[in-house]
Nanobody, 115 residues
Framework: QTELVESGGGLVQDGGSLRLSCAAS????????MAWYRQAPGKEREFVAG???????KYADSVKGRFAISRDNAKRTVSLRMNSLKSEDTAVYYC?????????WGQGTQVTVSP
């Protein structure tokens, strides 16, 4: 099922910025926990940032102070602003939500940080 679609990935220089977006289908209703994960080649998928129905946010230690997650419930979108990007941020970034006790994932968007 394609319930989440990510966009905004691309190639950026070390120290640059990107803004990722995730759009939820109309089948995903209500206000649900949303998160960004990433997966680099040869590595396990890891949590990056989350935002919850009460507005609380959480970040992986590796991105604290550099990334910011936000949501627009009316537009059913979630964004991830990434600043001061490093080579270790290179990965496929995935949007995730939990809706009615099931996890839904987007197909991912590639972020590549080059020296």
């Amino acid at each position: 099922q394609t319930e989440l679609v990510e966009s905004g990935g691309g190639l950026v220089q070390d120290g640059g910025s990107l803004r990722l977006s995730c759009a939820a289908s109309r089948r995903i209703t209500g206000i649900n926990p949303m998160a960004w994960y990433r997966q680099a080649p040869g590595k396990e998928r890891e949590f990056v940032a989350g935002i919850y129905p009460n507005g609380e946010t959480k970040y992986a230690d590796s991105v604290k102070g550099r990334f910011a997650i936000s949501r627009d419930n009316a537009k059913r979108t979630v964004s991830l602003r990434m600043n001061s990007l490093k080579s270790e941020d290179t990965a496929v970034y995935y949007c995730k939500t939990n809706f009615r006790a099931r996890d839904y994932w987007g197909q991912g968007t590639q972020v590549t940080v080059s020296p």
